[in-house]
């Protein structure tokens, strides 16, 4: 990681002692692999980043902020990607599109968050917010697929609503997690975010703005620096500033149960063992964690234990992850894991 911030572990992880906590899902080696070859798993994932190679040089030669930018984005184009980026100055190649897609999700909010408060049935309306996140996380330019479908042909929110794959997904503990929401209250909740655009602010926040209803305080928890298409905790800011009313409201909703902070990440997956000061003290008291979006929910802590209730969800945007864990490409992961004291 490149930020200049102290670490510490998160508090609601269980011990790496007690659950043998590690980031990564996927087993890049095993100790019995050669330490000299490349594993198969290793070689697919290198595929993986020097596939998405090609779009970020386009975004970094059109940044229009640094100069010499088509020069520097060749050289990046042939190093790696964040830290290369921020050394030639690249700060957020994706500011224009974030920008861009914020702006058209914020022009949807009151109509999406009007469609879920339509939904009577509690039990269908948490559903239907969940859908809302599985369906914000298809904007995802870290995917080379995905970035080269948004560039050609944009994407609609509500389309992707209607055509996520059908149930039952290849993680699929929602109805479980249902029926501990119609019965049980959560005091706190630590929500980390993913992407900007539909993600956030279609997906996210309506799920947020649910449990602040319920009564439930709720933390966003968002990088510290710019990592592909994900949303930081200034934009973050930003963001609901622009949603919020006079009142201090999002459409109806007391907003003062909610606070963003600082996660300490700058990548687009998360080590739990390295977490900001300020999200670790937030945290300590909270009863329920939700980790969402592919790198942080399923490439990296899908087996994580935590000292409370927990959720992991994302949707499954590259064949790799969809292969390992035996679903289908656009798959969905929706995992609960309740802790009974």
């Known amino acids: ?17 007690e659950s043998n906590y590690r980031a990564c899902t996927i087993p890049y080696r095993f100790p019995s692999d050669n330490p000299r070859k490349a594993t198969d798993v290793e070689i697919q994932w290198i595929d993986v980043f020097l596939n998405s190679v090609p779009s970020f040089r386009q975004r970094a030669e059109n940044d229009t902020t640094v100069i010499d930018a088509a020069e520097k984005a060749e050289k990046f184009a042939q190093r790696l990607r964040e830290i290369v980026l921020r050394e030639l100055g690249f700060r957020d190649i994706f500011k224009k599109v974030k920008d861009e897609e914020n702006a058209k999700a914020i022009s949807l909010f009151e109509g999406v968050v009007k469609l879920n408060d339509h939904i009577e049935d509690e039990g269908k309306r948490v559903e239907n917010l969940v859908r809302g996140i ?21 994407m609609s929110f509500l389309a992707s609503c209607q055509n996520l794959l059908s149930r039952p997904w290849v993680i699929d503990d929602l109805d479980t997690f249902k029926g501990k929401w119609l ?19 279609l997906g996210i926040l309506p799920f947020a703005r649910e449990l602040l209803r319920r009564g439930t305080q ?28 006079e009142k201090g409201y999002l459409a109806g909703v007391d907003m003062s149960g909610l606070l963003v902070a600082n996660s300490g990440n700058d990548l687009p997956v998360i080590d739990l063992t390295n977490v900001s000061p300020e999200l670790a003290y937030l945290a300590a008291d909270a009863d329920l964690v939700l980790l969402e979006g592919m790198g942080r929910a399923i490439e990296t802590n899908l087996y994580a234990q935590m000292k409370c209730d927990s959720v992991k969800v994302g949707m499954v945007k590259h064949p790799e992850v969809a292969q390992f864990l035996g679903g289908r490409l656009y798959d969905c992961v929706f995992k609960y894991n309740e802790v009974v004291n």
């Open 183 to 201: 019965n049980k209250s959560w005091k706190k909740a630590i929500i980390f975010v993913d992407n900007s655009g539909a993600d956030i602010i």
């Open 1 to 17: 990681m490149e930020s200049s911030s102290p670490s510490v572990p998160f508090p609601l992880l269980q011990t790496p002692v």
């Open 134 to 154: 599985l369906a914000g996380n298809i904007f995802d330019l870290g995917s080379a697929q995905l970035a080269e479908v948004f560039a050609r042909d944009g």
């Open 218 to 245: 709720v933390v966003l928890a968002a990088n510290e620096l710019p990592s592909i298409n994900d949303v930081t905790y200034l934009e973050l800011h930003n963001i609901i500033s622009k949603l919020k009313d």
